[in-house]
């Protein structure tokens, strides 16, 4: 049976599907093909840990499921973004199910005894990124197809301008990051290794149970020394107040969900220490958690006697006329960039401060140059790069700018991504070291208390996949590619060594592939990027995520653009919907106006994919002539400019759904190779035709006022349904297919 798996996740794109499934599952149903959903939203996996407290309320382990799917031929999965939850969410997201009559524990901060450890590691299995790393078992495609590029260059966003003399900027340590840590080990044997800690009285002690590693794989290590990092943000406070420029922090606490979350917790303690360190006592005895953000703090002031809370509040006020401007979330509710660790998120915050001139919102909700922390040099100096290039040449222009496809490398977990159950906090100064069976000593670093510790693992089989990906992208599109690689980082010295030997496996005449260090890449894409010329990125994990949201908001206003394809590294297909997230403010502005902005573009790129994969596997023609004619129908909606528009009064989210459902109709009624399936189709698109102007205005007439949607991380489907199908003529034609 041909089967595709429709995944429900959260926020914006969980709302969109309430309008855009029931039209997949019909136009497929058509075709004999079944569209099946599973869910793996943040509610649903939180309610999957704790099945014997739910007893008949229960519900499957969905994302579990997809994860070993995904490992075999057969999977065809269509994964919405999702959220990757920061503890602050987690918590939210665990009292909307409290309310909703779920017996859920609550989540505990600091664990005592067996059963609330066992509690904190069942809800620890659904922070962060939980989802992405078990479904993407194969190495990641994202570009913009041809049409969209063509698109975008037609109708080009708007970019802000860049002035030479933009005091904004990249800073970062310049020791004691990662960057300067980094030792790495390519495995001769497959075995485990064992991680070691040792404290300087001498006392050892595993951090964790064993690693198991394959041959030829690579592994790493670094440290993060918390000490020159809180040195560090003490220089940059007092440079960004001497400047007048705003301090921002730009971290990847979600899908990073050990690390990042403890260096935002020593950003938070510095920028606010006088406070912090004023009310040591009473803020331990509230619980505020600097990891969480200093909304933390406010949301725990509320404990306090109205006095205390006075006096705090007011002491923060007087702070931040000491300190720099700090960028802001959302001006207007006072929410600034170190109030909650998921709401500034690198591979967004920095593209959409460099399509902003370079510039964030400050409180008075103006833009103001910046300056934009991203302490650890691995990653910081590709950002700069694009800044210095933007102030000698100005903004890019979406009209004529070249593309960059990504092709990178990320399956099996591959680098940072895959390190966090290897990631540790240190408890006290001492040696880590990671050590094989035979006893010898394969990377090792002095830490001391506080420090971040890290160990990555990259597969052979998931660079080797990755180089020939590389090569048949380049050879597919004849384009240029250059492997972002740094000479000076010792994990990557390890990578090129595999990249050379593995390019030999392929047919490479003709093809222009170089290796080039991160800045110097990007120096280099850029300039072919301003020539008009595409380029191939071919990157580590970490890049893949960074640049597959820089280049398509620069090319095409947005990530939700794009193609994003994971080729399973065992036949099967994982088919993503763009680059981007689960875009909360979408959220926020549907609940007070019922109009959701979402483009869901992404899935309708994504769905073609996945049909076509279909009908490449299980040789089902039918999938073919709807993937066919869905491309066609993307076409049209591109060409007619059919995504929804940011205010009121055109067509939303629901509206563009119409109108792919429409231009879908009218294909599959007009191709021949399938006379029967046209048939079937022809009544359907005359009947969409033939009521376009109705459905458009039963669309629009539903806007401008608040909707309820019963909950926020599980939304009541009994009032999520009708407020995102509000068209009865579009919900009748789709019911006669
Ligand atoms: N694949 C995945 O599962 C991913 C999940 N995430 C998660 O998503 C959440 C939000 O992350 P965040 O950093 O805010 O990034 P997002 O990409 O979700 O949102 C940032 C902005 O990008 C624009 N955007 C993104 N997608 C679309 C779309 N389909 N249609 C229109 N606009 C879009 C919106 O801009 P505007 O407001 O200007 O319209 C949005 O506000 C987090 O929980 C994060 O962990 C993030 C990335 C990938
Ligand atoms: O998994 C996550 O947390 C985010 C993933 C992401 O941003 C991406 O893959 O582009
Ligand atoms: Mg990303």
């Not at 403010?585 to 573009?601: A, C, G, I, M, P």
Request: proline letters at 6%; one cysteine or more.
């Amino acid at each position: 049976m041909s089967k595709i798996l429709y995944t429900l996740t959260d926020e914006a794109p969980f709302l969109a599907t309430a309008s855009f499934l029931p039209i997949v599952q019909a136009y497929a149903r058509s075709a004999g093909v079944v569209v099946e959903t599973r869910d793996i939203s943040l509610s649903a996996r939180i309610l999957a840990q704790f099945p014997q407290l739910l007893g008949e309320r229960a519900v499957s382990d969905d994302l579990a499921e997809l994860g070993e799917l995904a490992k075999t031929p057969e999977a065809n999965i269509i994964k919405l973004p999702n959220i990757s939850a920061s503890v602050p969410q987690l918590k939210a997201a665990i009292k909307e199910l409290q309310d909703k009559g779920y017996p859920l524990p609550d989540y505990p901060d600091a664990p005592q005894g067996e059963r609330e450890k066992d509690i904190k590691q069942r809800y620890d299995r659904t922070k962060g990124s939980a989802v992405n790393p078990v479904l993407r078992e194969g190495n990641s495609d994202r570009r913009a197809p041809a049409s969209v590029k063509a698109y975008a260059k037609k109708h080009p966003h708007r970019m802000g301008k860049w002035d030479a003399a933009s005091q904004s900027h990249v800073a970062n340590m310049e020791s004691g990051d990662f960057y300067g840590s980094e030792q790495s080990y390519t495995m001769v044997n497959p075995g485990n290794v064992r991680i070691e800690y040792t404290s300087v009285t001498g006392s050892s002690f595993p951090l964790r149970g064993p690693v198991p590693v394959q041959a030829g794989e690579v592994i790493d290590a670094a440290v993060l020394d918390a000490k020159a990092l809180a040195d560090f943000v003490d220089a940059q406070i007092a440079d960004a107040k001497a400047r007048d420029v705003l301090f921002s922090l730009h971290l990847k606490a979600t899908m990073m969900k050990v690390s990042d979350p403890i260096m935002f917790g020593i950003v938070v303690s510095r920028f606010y220490a006088p406070v912090l360190e004023k009310h040591p006592r009473t803020l331990a005895e509230i619980g505020f958690d600097p990891n969480n953000g200093i909304g933390d703090l406010y949301a725990k002031l509320g404990q306090l006697p109205e006095s205390q809370r006075a006096a705090i509040e007011a002491d923060i006020s007087a702070l931040y006329a000491q300190r720099p401007a700090l960028a802001m979330v959302n001006s207007d509710k006072g929410i600034t960039n170190l109030h909650v660790p998921s709401d500034v998120i690198v591979d967004a915050s920095m593209p959409a401060m460099i399509r902003d001139s370079g510039k964030m919102w400050n409180a008075q909700g103006q833009l103001q140059d910046t300056k934009a922390l991203i302490p650890d040099r691995n990653y910081s100096g590709i950002y700069q790069a694009v800044i210095d290039d933007c102030k000698e040449h100005g903004a890019f222009d979406p009209a004529t700018m070249g593309s960059v496809p990504n092709v990178g490398l990320m399956a099996q977990a591959a680098e940072e991504y895959g390190s966090h159950d290897k990631t540790f906090k240190i408890s006290g100064d001492g040696t880590v070291r990671v050590i094989d069976e035979h006893g010898t000593v394969l990377l090792q670093h002095p830490v001391k208390a506080g420090d971040i510790w890290r160990m990555c693992q990259t597969k052979d089989a998931a660079i080797r996949d990755w180089v020939k990906l590389a090569v048949t992208r380049a050879r597919l599109s004849n384009t240029p590619v250059i492997f972002w690689l740094d000479p000076r980082r010792d994990h990557d010295r390890g990578l090129v060594a595999k990249v050379a030997a593995y390019l030999n496996e392929h047919d490479t005449n003709g093809l222009d592939i170089s290796i080039l260090s991160p800045i110097r890449a990007m120096r280099q894409t850029l300039k072919r990027v301003r020539a008009g010329l595409d380029t191939i990125a071919a990157t580590g994990n970490v890049l893949r995520d960074y640049l597959t949201d820089l280049f398509p908001i620069m090319e095409l206003g947005t990530s939700a653009k794009m193609l994003s394809i994971v080729p399973l590294m065992n036949g099967g297909g994982l088919f993503e919907t763009g680059a981007g997230g689960s875009a909360p403010k979408h959220v926020q502005q549907f609940l007070e106006e019922d109009y959701l902005r979402w483009d869901s573009l992404g899935e309708f790129l994504a769905l073609g994919a996945s049909f076509e994969h279909l009908a490449n596997t299980t040789g089902n023609q039918t999938a073919q002539v709807l993937a066919d004619a869905l491309d066609a129908a993307n076409a049209l909606f591109l060409d007619n400019d059919r995504s929804p528009g940011r205010k009121l009064g055109t067509i939303d989210n629901r509206g563009s759904h119409f109108y792919v459902a429409l231009y879908w109709a009218q294909a599959l009624a007009a191709q021949t190779t399938d006379p029967a399936l046209a048939a079937k189709f022809a009544v359907l698109a005359k009947t969409l035709t033939d009521n376009e102007a109705k459905i458009v205005e039963e669309l629009i007439a539903v806007q401008g006022k608040p909707v309820d949607i019963g909950g926020y991380y599980q939304p009541q489907m009994d009032k999520l349904v009708p407020a995102m199908r509000p068209s009865a003529t579009l919900n009748a034609a789709l019911a006669t297919l």
